[in-house]
């Protein structure tokens, strides 16, 4: 399938590894031009895309990398943190748990969406895509602020679908269900914290478990599949997708 997206210019942020690392990386190879943006410096993409430093939760360096790209035809917010501790039931955790992964997962999009808009308004077309979580869908008690962090930006992702769909731009969110990232296994160790040293397991054998009871299809989701499904997310191909929560999860979750 010819996407068409040579020469294209695709600011992705959460660009240095994991799933955002995947799709800058898919677009690179489809011929765009990428600008990486990431609190880690990154290895440079090639193709002419160039890395930059920074933190989304700092909308003047949100808006600035903005004004520096100048023309963009999609956006790509792939960050995701959790709080880093184990959250069932919800009141192990503290209210102020709560505020980094809130101002990461959620705020940090939100800022992303408001330097860009009036980019994409301006040429009145292009997209952007949100990646957001399984746990953001079925009220994950595994960590309560990344969770409602994430179903509050599924929720942003259709007010702005809503909003920008006037003006020819599509929205649409991209959801994990068990990737390999330090995110995962950073579920795994605040889990594993609050067991009895005898009862703890290592990384490999606790997620296939929980792949075995959480997935029909019973494996892993790989960066990859979500570069190609962002590319074609921004293809012509998608040119009536806007709004859109799109599962990548194994069957995980299933909406009737």
Partial sequence: MELNLSGQAVA???????IGRAIAE??????????????????????????????????????????????VDHVVFSVGVGSGKFG?????????????????????????????A????????????FLVSVAGQIGSQTDPPYSAAKAGLINFVQC????????????????????????????????????????????ESWAAEKIRKVSPLGQWQTPPEFGAMAAFLASDHARNITGQTINIDGGQVMHS
Avoid at 12 to 18: Q, T
Avoid at 30 to 58: Q, Y
Avoid at 89 to 94: D, R, T
Wanted: net charge positive; with cysteine; proline share 4%.
């Fill in 12 to 18: 992705v942020f959460g660009a240095a590894r994991g």
């Fill in 26 to 71: 898919e677009f690179v190879r489809e011929g765009c031009l990428v600008h990486g943006f990431d609190r880690e410096k990154g290895a440079e993409l090639g193709g002419g895309s160039r890395m930059v430093t920074g933190d989304v939760v700092a909308y003047g360096e949100v808006k600035s990398f903005a004004e520096r790209i100048g023309e």
């Fill in 88 to 116: 069932f039931p919800f009141w192990n955790l503290e209210p102020t748990d709560w505020k980094r992964a809130l101002e990461i997962n959620l705020l940090g999009a939100v800022h992303v969406a408001h330097a860009f």
């Fill in 118 to 129: 009036p980019l994409l308004v301006r040429r009145r077309k292009g997209s952007m895509l």
């Fill in 160 to 203: 702005a679908a809503k909003d920008l769909a006037p003006h020819g731009v599509r929205v649409n969110a991209l959801s994990p269900g068990m990737v390999k990232t330090d995110l995962n296994e950073s579920v795994w160790r605040a889990g594993q914290a609050t067991l009895p040293a005898a009862e703890r397991r290592d990384y």
